[in-house]
């Protein structure tokens, strides 16, 4: 399965990504409410650093037999970087979650931006089964 859309670079663009990401995946035994939390991430993020630049963003989302990658492309230069917030702090959060949740996450160039992206090995419901059983992750 893949699927993939160019979105404006707007906040409204965000819940318009979670309805696509849950169309993409219907049918699926994934993880969804999971891998939607961790797009939003990815998104929230490009909205606010990509639009002084040319207005969209990139998604992509592509399930394989053994992995489910999401790519989301921006055109900021900036990269990300993991932060370390205190409790006093109210972000700073977004990509700890990603880490969390997937199985790894990273950030590569591209020719205008960079593409920040995410893996889930394996089959992704069954690693939300470990999870709540408390055997992966936190
Ligand atoms: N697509 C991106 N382009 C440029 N900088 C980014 C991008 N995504 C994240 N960052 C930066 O990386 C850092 C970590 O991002 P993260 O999503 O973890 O926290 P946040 O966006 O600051 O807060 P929160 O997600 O909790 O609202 C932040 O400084 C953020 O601005
Ligand atoms: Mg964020």
Not at 10 to 17: D, F, G, K, Q
Not at 89 to 93: N, Q
């Given at each position: 399965m893949s699927a993939a859309r160019d979105f404006a670079s707007?906040?409204?663009?965000?819940?318009?990504?979670r309805a696509f990401t849950q169309d993409a995946l219907a049918g699926l035994d994934l993880a969804v409410d999971d891998i939607v939390l961790c797009v939003s991430e990815l998104v929230t993020n490009a909205v606010r650093h990509s639009t002084a630049h040319d207005g969209t963003f990139h998604l992509d989302i592509r399930v394989d037999r053994d992995k489910l990658r999401v790519e989301c492309h921006d055109c900021g230069s900036k990269k990300p970087t993991l932060l370390t917030p205190s409790d006093a702090?109210?972000?700073?959060?977004g990509l700890l979650l990603v880490q969390a949740l997937t199985s790894r996450w990273g950030v590569g160039s591209r020719p205008a931006g960079k593409c920040v992206w995410f893996e889930i090995d394996g089959d992704p419901s069954v690693l939300?089964?470990?999870?709540?059983?408390?055997?992966?992750?936190?």
């Open positions: 707007r906040p409204e663009s965000v819940s318009e990504v702090d109210e972000g700073g959060r939300q089964g470990c999870r709540r059983a408390g055997r992966v992750g936190s």
